[in-house]
Each structure stands twice: as C-alpha cells, then as structure tokens.
C-alpha cells in the first residue's frame, strides 16, 4: 500500500530530552531501521502502527525490554596521589646533622631532622611551634591550642596517662613537664638535657603522619639551619584521587557518590566523593597554548580500600562515578532508541505475529558504561522484543 502523506521519522536529532547527563549515542539515533528494511511511519504513535516496507539490507538484531536497576555514570580522568601538602618551617638555629630520606614517612613522635645532633620531633597538631613551651609558676601561666595539642600526644605516645593529664587540658604543668621529660629521654637527648623544656625549633606539629616528598636542594647536612625558612615538605599518607571537573558537571556530583576508580593497570578499586568544590578556575594556558580553558572545580575522592591504590604518586588514573541510581526501571539499548519527526523518541517493538510497531517512550536515566536508558511508555512492558541496530 502506498501512503503519500504519512509522517516520517525525522533524520536530524531533536532537543535532547530532560535527563541527568548528556548520552553521546543520541547523535546516531536518527534513523529508524527495521530487520533490514527501511520503513515509513502511519501512525507514529499508534500501539498498532501499520508502515509500508522496502528492504535496505541495513543489518539489524533484537533486544528484549528488561526490568532492572540502572545507574548513571560520569567518566573522568583524574590524578592519585597523597592528600595534603605540609611545609616543614625551621626554627633552631645550628647545623644541620641529619635529614629524612625523600619518600620516608615519619610519624608521631619520631626525629624529622636534627640539628647540632638534637632532635627535632614531630608531633600531631594544627596550630604550628611558635614560642618555647616550659612550666610557669602555675599551669595557667602558661596555655594555649599548642600546650593542648602537646598534651594530647603526650598521652597519645604513652608518657603520660589520661590519669596524670588530661590530653583536653590546655595548661603546662607538672604533668606536662615529667612526660616531656620522658619524651626526651626516648629521643636519646643526654640527661642534662631532659628537663621539661621544649625550646623553639625542637618540636614540629603537623596535622598528621608526614610523608617526604621534597627537600631543597639548598638544605643539606652539614648547612646551617635557617630560622623561618622551609626544611623539607611533605604530604599525609591517605590516599586521595582529585578531579579537575568541568564546572558544567558540579550539580551531577555530590559528597557520597560511590566511584570506581580504575588504576593503570587496569585493575579497578572503589571509592567515595568526599569533597566537591565550589569555586571555578580556569586553568592557565601560558605554557601550553593547545590545552583545554574549560573552568574546573576539584573534586576529591577516597579510596575506600587505600592499600589497593599501591604506592602510585600524581599517576594518571580514571573515575566512574555514580550520580544517580533508579530501582525498578523498564530498560532497552540505548541503540532502540528512534528520533520521531514528531519530536520525542520512540522504539521499534516486534509483536508476537511479527509485526512491527513504533511505540512512543519518555526517556529517563542514561547508563553510559553498559548502554542502557531507562524508558517508560504505556505500551511497552518488560519481555517484548525491540529492533537495534546489528553487527
């Protein structure tokens, strides 16, 4: 039967349809293919279209509609590496007798450095050394965030008892001063100078356990120990993977988002969002005038099993993360899909005689890494088979 004012399919690719991210096969979904033929819609919308057919030869497959979970993903690249960056500021004056190894991780209570043969120990705390910490005539004499955070890991590295100080106290006193003293003693400081002292420059707080990554060329043993001047840097050791995210894409990533990381060897390790920035940059082309300008936020995410990472540091890595998840969803190829002249989209649905039908859909969530969407339509149901494309 011919049919001379039947709607056709549109073959250029209408508005995108309201969805959580941009699916890239929707630029090829523009031509509707049937078994091999070709074909021209009656009644687009129909549950019963009739078409009249003239065979293309194009190779085509079936699918069956499927009830399932679907998640959306975002694919990024992204960089692994070591969260934090810490300048490690000199404040003894002397000699420098020893230096840490670039890549040695130090933690509480251990030698960072030594100068004029005395250590210098690091010790966990956010509010950098900056004066000689020693008992006043009564503890209130002498108080502050760094008397609290000494303390703290005083009795964190057992030399004193949460009994005989109370790690919450802010104040030097008689307490403080025995287990300084014992911490000297564990350092191998000679007896004359165990007593209770700590002068500027012979204790560094720092947030957490350091790992070395830097030390100036200009800072060796043997040199002098410039008060004020950096000795080293180094960074934590958790294990962060940062995103530089096209700021287009912040809204479709949240604190939480469940990620796989996959690592350069091709072996994949889960992680969460654990931060997501709010301030664009944009980055500077100066040096490298082919590079993208596209503003970014950084987006840092943690490695749920960090030991898995390796010891990578600043390697290349890439991200699928999770942005939204639908339970219950009746779900085709993304490949079903048709671009309708009338707008929207519709799938090509094969009936039980053999007949085909164009049966209109409301797109939903995309899965990028699998190719699925999720569809809803009054006339389709889990089972029936659709048309994709064939290889």
């Known amino acids: 039967m011919s049919v001379t004012s039947a709607p056709?399919?549109?073959?250029?690719?209408?508005?995108?349809?309201?969805?959580?991210?941009r699916a890239p096969w929707l630029v090829v979904l523009v031509v509707l293919v049937a078994a091999g033929v070709a074909v021209a819609v009656i009644d687009p919308f129909g549950s019963s279209t009739t078409r009249s057919l003239i065979d293309n030869a194009a190779p085509t497959s079936l699918a069956t509609v499927s009830r399932q979970s679907l998640s959306a993903h975002t694919q990024v690249s992204a960089t692994l590496g070591y969260a934090g960056t810490y300048n490690v500021v000199n404040q003894a004056h002397g000699t420098i007798t020893s230096l840490p190894n670039v890549g040695q991780v130090l933690r509480q209570g251990q030698t960072i450095y030594a100068v004029d043969r005395s250590p210098v120990?690091?010790?966990?705390?956010?509010?950098?050394?900056?004066?000689?910490?020693?008992?006043?005539?009564?503890?209130?004499?002498?108080?502050?965030p760094d008397v609290q955070q000494l303390n703290a890991a005083l009795v964190a590295l057992g030399f004193a008892t949460t009994a005989q100080l109370d790690p919450s106290s802010d104040?030097?006193?008689?307490?403080t001063k025995a287990a300084v003293e014992k911490l000297q003693a564990s350092l191998g400081e000679p007896t004359a100078a165990q007593n209770g002292v700590l002068p500027l420059g012979s204790v560094v707080f720092l947030p957490s356990a350091a790992r070395i990554t830097t030390i100036p060329t200009q800072v060796t043993v043997g040199g002098a120990a410039q008060p004020g001047t950096t000795i080293l840097?180094?960074?934590?050791?958790?294990?962060?993977?940062?995103?530089?995210?096209?700021?287009?894409?912040?809204?479709?990533?949240?604190?939480?988002?469940?990620?796989?990381?996959?690592?350069p060897d091709h072996r994949t390790?889960?992680?969460?969002?654990?931060?997501?920035?709010?301030?664009?940059?944009?980055?500077?082309?100066?040096?490298?005038?082919?590079?993208?300008?596209?503003?970014?936020?950084?987006?840092?995410?943690v490695p749920t099993n960090p030991a898995a990472t390796g010891n990578l540091d600043q390697a290349p890595v890439n991200v699928s993360i999770t942005t939204a998840t639908v339970h219950d969803a009746l779900v085709v190829?993304?490949?079903?899909?048709?671009?309708?002249?009338?707008?929207?989209?519709?799938?090509?649905?094969?009936?039980a005689d053999g007949t085909h039908h164009i049966v209109a859909v409301d797109v939903g969530l995309f899965?990028?890494?699998?190719?699925?969407?999720?569809v809803t339509g009054s006339?389709?149901?889990?089972?029936?088979r659709v048309v994709v494309p064939g290889s």
Not at 283 to 301: I, R
Not at 338 to 345: D, E, K
């Open 121 to 144: 120990v690091l010790l966990y705390g956010a509010t950098p050394a900056y004066r000689a910490l020693a008992e006043g005539a009564s503890a209130s004499d002498v108080t502050g």
């Open 367 to 374: 899965d990028d890494a699998d190719g699925l969407v999720q």
């Open 379 to 384: 006339d389709l149901a889990p089972g029936q």
């Open 333 to 351: 190829p993304v490949t079903a899909l048709l671009s309708l002249a009338s707008g929207g989209f519709g799938v090509e649905e094969i009936a």
């Open 269 to 301: 390790t889960p992680g969460v969002v654990y931060s997501v920035g709010t301030v664009a940059t944009t980055p500077s082309n100066d040096n490298n005038p082919g590079a993208s300008s596209t503003p970014t936020v950084e987006v840092d995410v």
């Open 171 to 175: 104040e030097f006193g008689a307490a």
């Open 233 to 263: 840097q180094a960074t934590s050791t958790n294990r962060v993977v940062t995103i530089a995210l096209d700021a287009a894409q912040q809204s479709s990533v949240k604190p939480g988002d469940a990620v796989t990381i996959t690592l």
């Open 8 to 21: 056709t399919l549109d073959t250029r690719r209408p508005a995108a349809p309201r969805r959580r991210r």
